[in-house]
Every structure is written in C-alpha cells, then in structure tokens.
C-alpha cells in the first residue's frame, strides 16, 4: 500500500494526521482502521518511531467501533511496540477500566433486576396503604370545602343580621313620625277625638247640672271613673299627633265644597305626596290670600289617587274648605295636544288679535295655550305657524282638535269631509305611538327631520282622515302619547 512505502517518520507523521481528520469526520474511520489492521503497515519501524505511532493510535483509539478497538489493541503495530503497564500513558488508563467496566455488566443487570423486584414488592405491599391514604386525603378535601361553605354562609348570615339591624335601627327613629302622620291622615282618629270631646262636654254638662240642681248624690268614685274614660278616649284620639292640633282639627274638620263646576288651575310645585295648584280663574274666599293664592292638594284627592303630577300640567278640580285652608278634590290631570296653524288659520279661527280665543275655550271646556317664537332682538322668527297647546278632558280636546283641523271635501260631497291637521309631538314620546295602528283609522305622515328644538325637540305628525276615524285616531293618540 501507499501508506505502508513511507519513511518511518513520514508514517508517524501521516497517522497523527489521519486520526484528526478522522476525529473531526472529513475522513471515514473504517479507512483509517483498514491502514492500522495492515501488519505491513508497522514494518521497518524503529523503536522511538514505532512507540510514538502507538501513542497516537491509543489517543483517537475512542473513534472507533467496540470491535475494531478490540483488534486494533493486537494488530501489528500494537503487538510490536505496545507499552508496558509502567510506561502506560494516560490514555491506556482510562481505556481499561472502560474495558472492565463492560466486563461486569451482567453483574450490574442482575443487580439490576433485584432492586426493580424488591421495589415492585414494596409497591404492591404498599398499594392498599397508598389508596387508603388517597381516600383520607380526598374526605379532608371534602370536609375542607364543606368547613369553607360552612364558615361562608355563616358570614352572610351574620352580614346580612347587621344590615337588618342597622335598618331596624334606623326606621326605629321614623317610627313615631310615622304614627303622627297616619294619624293625621286618618279620619276615624278625628272622629274619635269628636266623640271624646263631645263625651268631655256631656259630662262636664252633667257634673255642673247636677252640683247645681243637687237632685241627686254622685258616689265619690263616679267622677274619677268617669274621668278615666274621659282621659283613655282622648289618648286613642291624641296618638301620634299633637294635642293642641287635634283640638284645633274638630272645630270644623268636614270638608265644604265651594265649586259647583269644576275649576282649571297649573300645577307649580307637586312634592311626591301633595303639591300647589295656581287657579286659572279668580276665587272669592278670604282663605285665598294665604299661600300666594295657591290651593292645596293632596295625593289622596287625586283620579287616581297617588298619581304623580308634574310642574306645569293643567288640572281641573272642585274647591273644597276644611277649617285650614282651601284645598282640591276630585283632581283630574287635562291630557294636552299640540296643534300648529299658519297665521292665516290662526286669525280666522281667533280673530286678528286673538279676541275670539275665550270664547272657544268656553265654549270647547278646554283651555289654550298659544306660543310664538321670536328672535332674540325681540323680531318674529322665519317659522311659518303659530303653536296651539288644547288642554283639557280627551273629548273636549278631540272636539276642538275638530273644529281647528282643516277640511278637505272629496268628489264635491260635503257628507264625506275629511279632516287634517299637523300636531307637534315632543321626540321623546315618539316611541310611545304605534303608528301601525293609528294607520287603521288615517292616513299618517311623520316628518323626517325635527321642527323646532325650543324648548324641546319635535317632530310634526300630520292626520288626515274623515271625521268619525279622525276622532278615533286622536282618541288612541292620547291614549298612547299622553300620561
């Protein structure tokens, strides 16, 4: 071979290369093995060459197979120049014990054997225990969670025993304010401390008639039994409101009615339970000039009862006095409609100044309400009607509606009149209105953009139908968009 012609110092030379190329893969080691197994390739050696080739061989001896190192350690070059143990580099050290680490490994893998076997013993002596424990450890979970939900419900329990105590206590300081004021509000109270007073003078009257006729001796008891009575109905009449104030209340508590037609007033202040009503028209009654001229009334005297009013809706109620003031019974809210007429309209139905307008509302039993806007400099505005708000029962706003609506006839027949009008209808009762139907009794129209926003957005809804659907439709109209 080609190898095998080298000078001795080239060979050692050619070795220490092949094996780090080898090493490093730019060389297949099965080439390098077939040189070193080649007994000529140790030929003609000497000995310092020989020995220092073998060195080599040892130190890349890791780069071979299990098999060839086994023939590499009696190849030619090994048998020749092989080190003794003495001269044994560090890498002959570390390849034999490598070697009779491999010699034992039948006695590693029965060592082997005997642990996994002791263990799986052990597992299965044990494996009763180890799911007795997985059972105490899930029934403590359970009971954990159990405490847990315990101890939560507890907490609730108590937080919600707090709160009802902190409202206990807290209704506890109204409790005799509010017994003052159901007493107040119950008549059969008042009439209670009627009779007890009516039962003071009867015996007072007695006590004196008979200290003064003598006709007969009282036994010394009677009185103060009598008294007793006496004192015990005035404390049933007396509870929950001032004594003094009671007293004052039986001088005259009955209401008398002062109105024999209903009377139209604004509501100008409404607090929950009662408010103030400002009369449209004057009252002749010396009680009037208390209050600012306003007439009390109270949410019991409302139809219905306890419904809530608000600031500047027109009422209509009868006069009534009960020894405190003037008040208002049988209060009922006038449902609003709102109508815009052109000028020309306007002044044909009203007169030019407006001079027909009470004679309308007294004739209709509505009351009207006409608005025009202005420029702030005082000049009119550029929109081309005038706003009418009808307050009043839903037939008589019907009816005025009617009689302010235009009339349109058809093919000549004055019988078959139909009736349009433009209503002005605030953006936030739009939702309020089922237009579908309304559309079963006329015909409907809803502009597509706001008319005026001052003082609140609207938006103008015509109706044109003939008379009787016309009146249908403003019936359910108010029924549907007027509280």
């Not at 049988?330 to 109508?339: D, F, H, I, Q, W």
Request: hydrophobic share 35%.
């Amino acid at each position: 071979m080609a190898v095998a012609s080298l000078r001795p110092e080239e060979r050692a030379s050619w070795l220490s290369t092949a094996c780090r190329v080898a090493s490093e893969g730019a060389v297949k080691v099965s080439q390098l093995y077939n040189v070193l197994a080649s007994e000529k390739f140790a030929d003609g050696l000497n000995e310092k060459v020989g020995k220092r080739m073998h060195r080599t061989m040892l130190k890349y001896l890791h780069i071979f197979s299990d098999k060839q190192q086994r023939y590499l350690k009696q190849c030619g070059l090994a048998r020749d120049f092989g080190l003794n143990d003495k001269e044994a580099p560090k890498e002959v050290a570390d390849v034999k014990p490598a070697r009779r680490k491999s010699q034992s490994d039948e006695d590693a893998a029965v060592r082997m054997e005997e642990m996994m076997a002791r263990c799986r013993n052990f597992v299965r002596e044990k494996a009763q225990t180890y799911e007795e424990r997985m059972r105490e450890a899930e029934e403590q979970e359970r009971e954990a969670r159990r405490q847990e939900l315990l101890r939560r419900q507890r907490e609730e329990r108590e937080r919600l025993a707090r709160e009802w105590a902190e409202i206990a206590d807290w209704h506890r300081q109204l409790e005799g304010w509010e017994r003052s004021q159901l007493a107040i509000e119950d008549l059969r109270e008042q009439e209670r401390a009627r009779e007890a007073q009516e039962v003071r003078e009867a015996l007072e009257g007695n006590k004196s008639r008979s200290r003064s006729k003598r006709k007969r001796p009282l036994e010394e008891d009677q009185w103060p039994e009598e008294e007793q009575i006496l004192e015990e109905e005035l404390r049933r009449a007396q509870h929950g409101h001032d004594l003094n104030r009671c007293f004052a209340a039986m001088g005259d508590f009955r209401r008398s009615r002062l109105s024999g037609a209903p009377i139209v007033g604004r509501v100008v202040e409404w607090k929950k339970t009662h408010g103030w009503i400002e009369p449209d028209c004057p009252i002749d009654h010396p009680e009037i000039v208390k209050h600012q001229g306003h007439i009390f009334v109270h949410g019991e005297d409302l139809v219905p009862k306890w419904r809530n009013l608000v600031a500047g809706a027109m009422v209509e109620f009868f006069l009534y006095y009960d020894g405190q003031g003037l008040g208002a019974e049988e209060c009922t809210a006038r449902k609003v409609l709102r109508v815009t007429l052109s000028w020309k309209q306007a002044q044909a139905m009203f007169g030019e100044t407006g001079e027909r307008l009470a004679d309308f509302e007294q004739k209709s039993q509505v009351t009207i309400r006409a608005y025009q806007w202005c420029q702030p400099d005082g000049s009119s505005s550029d929109l081309p009607f005038l706003l009418f708000e009808i307050w009043g029962r839903p037939q008589a706003v019907v009816d005025a509606i009617g009689a302010l609506a235009t009339r349109r006839e058809e093919d000549g027949n004055g019988a078959e009149d139909t009736l349009c009008v433009n209503l002005l209808l605030p953006e936030s009762r739009m939702w309020k209105v089922d237009l579908m139907q309304l559309q079963h009794y006329c015909s409907l129209e809803v502009s597509s953009s706001i008319t005026i926003t001052d003082p609140m957005p609207c938006r103008t809804l015509t109706i044109q139908a003939p008379l009787p659907n016309f009146r249908s439709s403003l019936h359910a109209l108010i029924m549907q968009a007027c509280d």
